[in-house]
């Protein structure tokens, strides 16, 4: 029989993990099962999570009504293709989806990742002008900063510095890139960064097809927050020089910021928003893409038909839980505890604000960020953050927390000792 050891070895020897060496890969640990914020090892020692697997596990592992939508669906079917077929929980997903999105965006798209998502995006962005007799809009512009996932198109948004661009230069479309939002969620508008995105409309509006950004929160790219008034600034220079604004919500969708969109912080909708992560309570791989009227229609003008139809479109299982996950924001009133969660980590957070290495803190909803001076050392720093009973997974100089809505003051105050103590080791 394998034990432990034996396993991870395995798993050295034969598994890529995200963005790790074959050679020299960070430390992985085996996880034997995960209950509400536990997760627990296969060595025995349980860990308070602080992750939420990439902010997808909103309400927590194991949750019964997740797992009850699951085990219904699977003695219907599982999966049914969705060319020519359809089924009841892709529909009730897309009418509520479609009730609680910014107000005009009514149509969806699903597919199976938040990268192929934007992928949809950026092709309906396309195909809508060539539709409209604008073939030569093709290109997009972006904040830097932003992160919209790791295929091709969503690579060439992508921070072109953070990003993969240099690996990938000559593989990447162009695309055009403006400054990153100035930080701070109250800090007033600069109207200088409004004038560099103006510039930029006036100068390639005629080949720009959309403008991406993850409103409110660039999260990948650097956890930065800036002031949701940008948008509807960035809103009505779109309008003026026609070019489609496309949200990605991957992450701060579904009540993260405090708000069930963080496009819910402004007064506008978008042509197109993606959403992803927490859309199935983080029980499985779905995502969509909503449009308004004017981008679905506009493609199907002229017997258009919009040219993408992924294998497992519209999964049953995955469709399930999400309704079932989107019921449970709806009857639990997950905005008031992301809110109560904000108050905590500000609470708990603050310690670090003495260290020496710490160069700010920052929260909002669900979201806490210790940025560090300098970049940690992940091989070093992850077996700490085990040691001290959490689960918390930094990238460059940022370690952050984006806990399950579940979490309770005790752990969050848990996770932030964590924090002070494994930060003030680094000296
Ligand atoms: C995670 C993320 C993506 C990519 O989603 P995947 O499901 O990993 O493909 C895209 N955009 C944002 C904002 C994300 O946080």
């Known amino acids: 029989m394998k034990d432990t050891n034996d396993y991870i070895e395995l798993d050295k020897q034969l598994l890529w993990h995200p963005y790790t060496s074959m050679t020299n890969p960070s430390p992985h640990f085996l996880v034997d099962h995960a209950n509400g914020c536990e997760v627990t090892l296969a060595t025995g020692e349980t860990l308070v999570d602080g992750m939420s697997s990439w902010w997808s596990v909103i309400h927590g592992y194991n949750h019964p009504k997740l797992n009850q939508a699951l085990k219904n669906q699977i003695d219907d079917f599982a999966h049914i293709m969705f060319g020519g077929l359809t089924h009841r929980p892709a529909i009730e997903l897309a009418e509520?989806?479609?009730?609680?999105a910014p107000q005009g965006l009514t149509r969806v798209f699903l597919s199976d990742s938040g990268s192929v998502s934007v992928e949809v995006a950026l092709k309906m962005a396309i195909?809508?002008?060539?539709?409209?007799?604008?073939?030569?809009?093709?290109?997009?512009?972006?904040?830097?900063?932003?992160?919209h996932g790791d295929t091709f198109a969503a690579m060439s948004v992508c921070d072109?510095?953070?990003?993969?661009?240099?690996?990938?230069?000559?593989?990447?479309?162009?695309?055009?890139?403006?400054?990153?939002?100035?930080?701070?969620?109250?800090?007033?508008?600069?109207?200088?960064?409004?004038?560099?995105?103006?510039?930029?409309?006036?100068?390639?509006?005629?080949?720009?097809?959309?403008?991406?950004?993850?409103?409110?929160?660039?999260?990948?790219?650097?956890?930065?927050?800036?002031?949701?008034?940008?948008?509807?600034?960035?809103?009505?220079?779109?309008?003026?020089?026609?070019?489609?604004?496309?949200?990605?919500?991957i992450a701060t969708g579904f009540g993260r910021t405090g708000k069930m969109f963080a496009a819910d912080h402004c007064n506008i909708s978008p042509d197109l928003m993606c959403v992803g992560k927490a859309l199935t309570g983080g029980y499985m791989t779905l995502a969509a893409t909503l449009t308004n009227d004017k981008v679905a229609l506009g493609i199907s003008?002229?017997?258009?038909?919009?040219?993408?139809?992924?294998?497992?479109?519209?999964?049953?299982?995955a469709c399930s839980v999400a309704n079932a996950s989107l019921e449970l924001i709806q009857s639990n009133d997950v905005i008031s505890k992301v809110n109560q969660i904000e108050g905590w980590l500000n609470k708990?957070?603050?310690?670090?604000?003495?260290?020496?290495?710490?160069?700010?803190?920052?929260?909002?909803?669900?979201?806490?960020?210790?940025?560090?001076?300098?970049?940690?050392?992940?091989?070093?720093?992850?077996?700490?953050?085990?040691?001290?009973?959490?689960?918390?997974?930094?990238?460059?100089?940022?370690?952050?927390?984006?806990?399950?809505y579940i979490i309770t003051e005790q752990e969050i105050e848990k996770l932030s000792t964590a924090i002070f103590d494994v930060a003030s080791e680094l000296g």
Request: proline residues 7%; negative net charge.
């Open 96 to 100: 509520t989806l479609v009730n609680i």
């Open 127 to 147: 195909q809508y002008w060539n539709t409209q007799g604008h073939p030569e809009k093709q290109f997009f512009a972006t904040s830097r900063s932003g992160y």
């Open 160 to 249: 072109p510095v953070n990003g993969m661009h240099g690996l990938f230069s000559k593989a990447l479309t162009s695309q055009h890139f403006v400054g990153a939002p100035p930080t701070g969620f109250n800090t007033p508008l600069d109207p200088s960064y409004l004038e560099e995105i103006e510039t930029l409309f006036k100068q390639h509006h005629e080949v720009l097809a959309g403008f991406i950004i993850e409103p409110v929160v660039q999260n990948a790219g650097g956890m930065r927050f800036y002031n949701p008034r940008y948008l509807d600034e960035i809103r009505a220079l779109c309008d003026q020089y026609n070019i489609l604004l496309i949200f990605d919500e």
């Open 301 to 317: 003008d002229n017997d258009g038909v919009f040219m993408h139809g992924p294998t497992f479109m519209g999964n049953a299982l």
């Open 348 to 404: 708990h957070l603050s310690r670090c604000a003495t260290l020496s290495n710490v160069k700010s803190i920052r929260c909002l909803g669900a979201i806490g960020v210790v940025e560090l001076n300098t970049p940690v050392n992940l091989h070093e720093i992850q077996p700490k953050f085990v040691e001290k009973g959490v689960w918390i997974r930094p990238f460059g100089k940022l370690i952050y927390l984006m806990p399950p």
